[in-house]
């Protein structure tokens, strides 16, 4: 019962800003907004002030929540109405469908909306202590961050199969393509140093420990299945292997075959948080280059790392193939079905039975690519235009991102942006941070409306944090950071 | 300070707002699910396999050179005793059974489905079957209906009968001739099934 409550605090934890709401990592916005010193997380060499030290609200120093997807929304699966798969007549029939409030399962809609390859994605990170510090041409920082992603990938065929059956592919071969599937949840130390080699170059990095806190991750899952014309046979073949790091056992019967999953016996969810058995690295690169008094190009290299999972690993390796032929009728007379169905039920068990070992095993984390460049309009407003690359079940996705970014009235950092994610054109951004005193709250996403129309967005995102700045202000001793020396800078001070 | 309060009033409006204009929130209400939406896949399989020799289902033969008579030459029913095993499922209303036939006698062959409880026929005959001589993988397909269903649900045996007839009733085909010869079925089945009833 306490290893249930456990596993279920340590589910809550990990899901905490899961896919329960639709919401990706930083918005593209916060990368060109001024004056916000965790600009630095998208481009180390942009560290955002450029003097004094300033650290974050303690325990919520910054929230990212992000869900995204390739271009597909939970209304094209679930959605009011009648169903579009049901005939006219069967809708006639039944009035009760036909009640506005009513939740259909629209699969048709579904598949009509989806691509080959496809993914859900859900990412949330709370920075619970952040600090930095910046003199003359060197920036430093340290923060801690718990972070957790899952990302599902999935190929059509697999819902075509689940849909419309295998019948269709008699006389053909079916690939059912990788089912991925990647959840994590790690502890992140990093630490930030960027320096102004010139009045032109910025450059930064920042390195970070990792402490993997639990992990599923599959890796290649798929299936095979080939059928000739004649329908003689089916010659399915499974493959792909799946990585567990967290605390539950799977239990078998003397034959391996798995019979149940629980908990570990007396895991309390103080060792779940204090475990520090799966280190890992990651780094953060990037610069920034003045190329004339206007224009600046950035370039950036986020979360480029990987951990090691060590502690109550289970992987589980799949790699069967079986000719199905149906029951020899050559057996016996009379042919005893109920044993042949049997003895054919059991020998598709058997061979497809994964193999359980507990050796380690290490994941990569999501790697983000950054390109921008800011081009200063006036002491006030800068237009910038942002491209994101990042790469999900061996696929290249690209964002564009173009912003008007100003900062104002001695305090008000403003962005506006439009971004044009996944293939989808409607994400106008707004990024707004306010610094009275010392004090600073901001926010930034890519997609303002997301949030009023959640069922029906592919794009989700948000960054919410609270800032503390002390001794900011050109000093003069800021390189290429002071718009009064340095009217061209990004920061605005 | 006064300015945190304002900020922090500022945000609890905001989500505020969000939470009470949002639209579509209903939309997460799984609890309305009420649509009996059914996903219904075409699901297919083999089921059985065998091949057999003339002679083997004729106990006892008849003499090489008796002809085949014109009414054809029943041989041995291959039997599937079903006890134990059940072959209805709520999610299923009609199962079609795909036979491939290939017959490697100079006869042709006409195929029979029947259903036995204890010896007696359930259920009605199935209209037969005709394999062509030399035919290769011929397909012969039954449809077997909710009735028929419940008739194979309620049957002790499943009978696989074959007739052999010559090709041309003018010229019968000795026993002889085919006596050596094997043909080949091949049962598959496909059916509808109803994912979520």
Redesign the interface.
């Known amino acids: 019962m306490r290893t249930g409550k456990c596993l279920f605090i340590i589910f809550f934890f990990i899901q905490l800003f899961g896919v329960s709401n639709l919401l990706y990592s930083q918005p593209n916005t916060l990368y060109f907004m001024k004056g916000i010193p965790q600009t630095k997380d998208i481009n180390p060499a942009r560290p955002g002030i450029t003097g004094g030290f300033y650290f974050s609200m303690p325990l919520f120093s910054k929230l990212d929540l992000s869900a995204n997807t390739n271009n597909w929304s939970y209304n094209d699966l679930i959605h009011k109405g009648i169903d579009n798969t049901l005939n006219n007549n069967v809708q006639a029939n039944h009035a009760f469908w036909n009640q506005s409030d009513s939740l259909v399962v629209d699969i048709n809609k579904f598949l009509g909306s989806i691509g080959t390859k496809n993914f859900v994605q859900e990412s949330a990170a709370l920075t619970v202590l952040e600090g930095g510090y910046k003199k003359g041409k060197n920036f430093y920082a340290v923060s801690l961050t718990e972070r957790e992603f899952a990302e599902v990938s999935f190929h059509k065929s697999l819902i075509n199969l689940l849909v419309f059956g295998n019948y269709q592919y008699v006389g053909r071969t079916y690939f059912s393509g990788n089912l991925n599937v990647n959840t994590q949840h790690y502890r992140e130390f990093a630490f930030n140093y960027s320096h102004d080699v010139d009045n032109k170059l910025t450059i930064g990095a920042a390195a970070k420990i990792l402490f993997g806190m639990g992990v599923i991750q599959s890796n290649g899952v798929n299936l095979i299945a080939a059928t000739p014309v004649n329908g003689e046979s089916m010659d399915v073949k499974i493959n792909g292997r799946v990585n567990v790091s967290a605390p539950v056992q799977f239990n078998t019967n003397p034959s391996g075959e798995i019979t149940s999953i629980n908990s570990l016996p007396n895991y309390k969810p103080s060792d779940y948080f204090s475990n520090f058995g799966n280190p890992g690295i990651a780094i953060d690169l990037g610069f920034a280059y003045r190329v004339n008094k206007k224009t600046e190009l950035s370039v950036s290299v986020i979360d480029l790392g990987m951990i090691a999972w060590k502690t109550n690993v289970t992987r589980l390796t799949e790699n069967g193939n079986f000719l199905y032929k149906g029951i020899n009728l050559n057996t016996a007379q009379p042919v005893p079905l109920n044993s042949l169905i049997n003895a054919v039920s059991d020998s598709i068990t058997a061979t497809f039975k994964p193999t359980i070992t507990h050796s380690s095993f290490s994941t990569l984390i999501p790697t983000k690519i950054y390109f921008g460049v800011d081009y200063q309009l006036n002491d006030i407003i800068s237009l910038a235009g942002l491209s994101r690359i990042r790469i999900i079940n061996s696929t290249i996705h690209t964002s564009f991102t173009a912003s008007a970014n100003a900062y104002v009235l001695n305090g008000l950092s403003l962005s506006a942006s439009y971004s044009i994610m996944e293939s989808t054109f409607d994400n106008l951004g707004l990024g707004v941070g306010i610094k009275a005193g010392p004090f600073q709250i901001y926010t930034a996403a890519d997609n303002l409306f997301s949030p009023f129309y959640p069922s029906k967005a592919r794009n989700m995102n948000l960054r919410i944090g609270i800032n503390f700045i002390f001794g900011d202000g050109d000093n003069g001793n800021a390189g290429k950071s002071g718009s009064s020396s340095y009217p061209n800078c990004h920061c605005p001070y | 300070m006064t300015?945190?309060n304002k900020?922090n009033s500022g945000?609890v409006l905001f989500l505020t707002a969000?939470l009470l204009?949002?639209?579509?929130?209903?939309?997460?209400?799984?609890k309305?699910?009420?649509?009996p939406?059914d996903?219904v896949?075409?699901?297919?399989?083999?089921?059985?396999?065998?091949?057999?020799k003339v002679d083997d289902l004729l106990v006892p033969p008849p003499a090489d050179n008796d002809p085949i008579p014109p009414g054809g030459l029943t041989l041995n029913p291959?039997?599937?005793?079903?006890?134990?095993?059940s072959f209805r499922s709520s999610a299923i209303d009609s199962v079609y059974l795909?036979t491939?036939f290939t017959n490697e006698t100079p006869a042709d062959i006409q195929f029979e489905l029947l259903f036995f409880n204890r010896g007696v026929p359930v259920g009605n005959r199935f209209p037969p079957g005709k394999i062509l001589a030399g035919a290769k993988?011929f397909?012969v397909k039954f449809n077997l209906g909710t009735d028929d269903q419940i008739n194979l649900q309620n049957s002790t045996?499943?009978s696989?009968n074959f007739t052999l007839l010559s090709p041309s009733p003018g010229a019968p085909i000795l026993y002889g001739a085919v006596k050596g010869k094997s043909f080949t079925?091949?049962?598959?089945f496909?059916a509808?099934?109803h994912l979520f009833r």
């Open positions: 300015t945190i900020f945000v969000i204009i949002s639209c579509g929130l209903d939309d997460f209400n799984l309305k699910l009420a649509n939406t996903i896949p075409l699901v297919y399989a083999p089921l059985a396999y065998g091949t057999f291959v039997l599937l005793d079903k006890m134990g095993t795909i491939h993988d397909p045996d499943v696989l079925v091949k049962i598959g496909y509808p099934v």
